[in-house]
């Protein structure tokens, strides 16, 4: 049974920098695929990164790219997400999500990832 667990969340002032943790369990996951997704209030959930398990290209929306990076630590079996310059625009609750995936292409489509995370709230003050 694949579990996900985000964790890093929290009230962050305009500017800062927090990372997000999703801790993977129950699979070994060199051959998933993993992305971060988020969700604000009455907005449609979005896609914010995604990577290979891996390794490989990465995959950001443009509303973050140069700004967030994703990443993985294969000892410690977690997913990152490293955020910087943060704006009231990323007030969000945040997901980290993953699929079994045996293609180099990594979808950023939210509905072909079949395991989540409870989702982290990040929200950014000014």
């Known amino acids: 049974q694949v579990q996900l667990v985000e964790s890093g969340g929290g009230l962050v002032q305009a500017g800062g920098s927090p990372r997000l943790s999703c801790a993977a369990s129950g699979r070994t996951f060199s051959s998933y695929h993993m992305a971060w997704f988020r969700q604000a209030p009455g907005k449609e959930r979005e896609f914010i990164a995604a990577?290979?398990?891996?390794?490989?290209?990465?995959y950001y929306a443009d509303s973050v790219k140069g700004r967030f990076t994703i990443s993985v630590d294969n000892a410690k079996n977690t997913l990152y997400l490293q955020m910087n310059g943060l704006k009231a625009e990323d007030t969000a609750v945040y997901y980290c999500?993953?699929?079994?995936?045996?293609?180099?292409?990594?979808?950023?489509?939210?509905?072909?990832?079949?395991?989540w995370g409870q989702g982290t709230q990040v929200t950014v003050s000014s």
């Open positions: 999500a993953a699929r079994a995936a045996y293609t180099t292409v990594v979808t950023t489509t939210a509905i072909r990832y079949d395991y």
């Open positions: 990577l290979r398990w891996s390794g490989g290209s990465t």
